[in-house]
């Protein structure tokens, strides 16, 4: 294990960390796909909710020990477009989740530097939730730390589609070509348009897709799967999810 994980794993706290620029080969940004929630509550014999709310719990951790070893954007599938077919009473719950987390969380992400972001259409989502993340960051949009990315009600197709309609519109006022369109166009209309692609994916929970996120963006990021259910997922599972990433080789396509 590399020397910067042995010292974190000693608790050491992030000014005693090296320099992660000098490491070069930390990812910048982690996309997590939190499964499991509902197989741990069964388990337990426990309602869903209660493994969401423990999930919560687990979002708290992740977010303090990226933050400290320097990632400079973890983005957290929190609600997808297709989550609406859940019961109510989950969807309430979970559209809760948000609010409850950062009416406990927003001074210390404040205090760390964080900067909270939001991905996805805030169509349908309560005046609560919304309210809640959009204060987050409002309160956070001048610190410079890590980017903490709610995907909300977010799918990717949702997005890629309101990026065709939208250079679509540019086409028809004749502001755009067809023909000079690029990856970068594309890249521009999304909702991520402000951040780098994922290097790395994490999905807790032993099912191996993507359910609707990142379509475009993790065209060439690393994946990480795991058995472990999103409840169960500790910091030392997000720091071997980092190693193994550290072991690959990107090659793009390349040789
Ligand atoms: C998938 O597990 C998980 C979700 C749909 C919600 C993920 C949300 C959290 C982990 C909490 C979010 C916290 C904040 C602060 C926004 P599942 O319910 O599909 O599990 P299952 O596949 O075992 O049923």
């Known amino acids: 294990m590399l020397e910067i994980f042995s010292k974190w794993k000693a608790n050491l706290t992030s000014a005693d960390l090296p320099d992660q620029a000098e490491e070069g080969k930390l990812p910048q940004h982690i996309a997590i796909i939190m499964d499991g929630n509902g197989r741990w509550a069964k388990r337990k014999g426990l309602p869903r909710i209660a493994g969401h709310r423990e999930g919560m719990k687990v979002v708290t ?116 070509s067809a023909d000079s369109l690029t990856e970068e166009t594309i890249h521009a209309h999304l909702m991520t348009s402000q951040l780098n692609d994922p290097d790395l994916l994490i999905r807790t929970s032993g099912e191996i897709r993507l359910s609707n996120f990142m379509l475009w963006q993790l065209a060439y990021s690393e994946f990480w799967f795991t058995d472990v259910l999103w409840p169960d997922f500790k910091e030392q599972d997000f720091v071997e999810a980092i190693a193994v990433y550290q072991k690959r080789k990107r090659r793009y396509g390349g040789v």
């Open 61 to 176: 951790k992740i977010v303090r020990v990226a933050s400290n070893m320097g990632i400079e954007v973890l983005t957290l599938y929190a609600f997808s477009t297709e989550n609406w077919k859940r019961p109510k009473k989950e969807v309430d719950y979970l559209l809760g989740l948000p609010e409850r987390y950062l009416k406990a969380e927003l001074p210390k992400l404040i205090e760390n530097n964080v900067q909270v972001r939001l991905i996805g259409t805030t169509d349908h989502l309560p005046d609560h939730t919304l309210r809640a993340v959009e204060k987050a960051v409002k309160d956070t949009e001048s610190n410079t730390g890590m980017i903490l990315n709610f995907a909300l009600n977010y799918g990717s197709r949702y997005e890629m589609l309101e990026a065709v309609k939208s250079i679509g519109r540019l086409i028809e006022e004749g502001k755009l």
